[in-house]
């Protein structure tokens, strides 16, 4: 039976891109500490037992799934930015974009009795039209209650990211990614994995927080979870990974509403959510380039 490796999390980059980009997954143990996880559930545990089951078996029909995490959760905005976790997934995602960007924040409950999920790649979400020599993802899932092989711990097969789509994964290439409150499973896209069946009766919690390539579009509408009057009230840093920027040339930029010559024309994104007339950009950072 293949298992997961596991670093502490103070790993560095180096360490961390090793294994990962051979077996696709690991888990960094004790990145949140007691405190910080009780934070996280006070902001959030009413959002979180407010939302409904799923309603199809790959969402979960025992599952919850709660998101917007960025608006209505401070401990939500530093997992979302943990340093150890944006360095690793920026050097994994360099050789496809310019920019990464925040692609999912999302709570995921599993309640007793939800059983396994289908083995799947979060790749998919695009379809299978890229090749698999482009990897577009780096993802978390963040335990907030230890994640053990009773309550549905998330399945992984180890060394899945170079098979092809249509492999399938027997019972002696899955594992299970059990780990104490507070660690983190990393992965990738590609890898193979699923949520595993929780017989205990508890609540099994994950928060799973992805990153993607600039260029792609964003599983959660960061937009519309949290407009420019929300976002305004982050950091720079926050605002460009939630897409407040350019994605790379020319993909992005946009023409806020207004009468003629109110507005300037073909804008970085940033414009919506920074006090220009501060001196917080220049005229070099809002004008996006336009296309020959």
Known sequence: MPRLQKLPATANTNEILEIISKDGALILEGVLSDPEIEQFRQEM???MEATENGLDSFSGHQTTRTGS???RSERARDMVMNKTVIDAANAFLAPFCQRI???LTQIIRLKPGQGKQVIHRDRWAWGK?????IEPQFNT????TDFTEENGATQVVPGSITWPDDRKATPEEICQATMSAGSVLLYTGGVFHGGGENRSTFDRIGVNLTYTLGWLRQEENQYLSCPPELAREFSRELQDMMGY???QY???YFTPPGSPGEQPECVNPAYAVRDVEAGTLG???LLAATID
Request: proline share 4%; hydrophobic share 40%.
């Open 129 to 133: 039209y890229m090749q698999n020599n």
């Open 283 to 285: 005229g070099e950072d």
């Open 69 to 71: 995490l960025i608006t």
């Open 250 to 252: 020319a993909m992005g």
């Open 101 to 103: 960007q925040l692609h």
């Open 141 to 144: 899932i963040w335990a907030i």
């Open 245 to 247: 920027t350019m994605g």
């Open 45 to 47: 545990d009413p959002y």
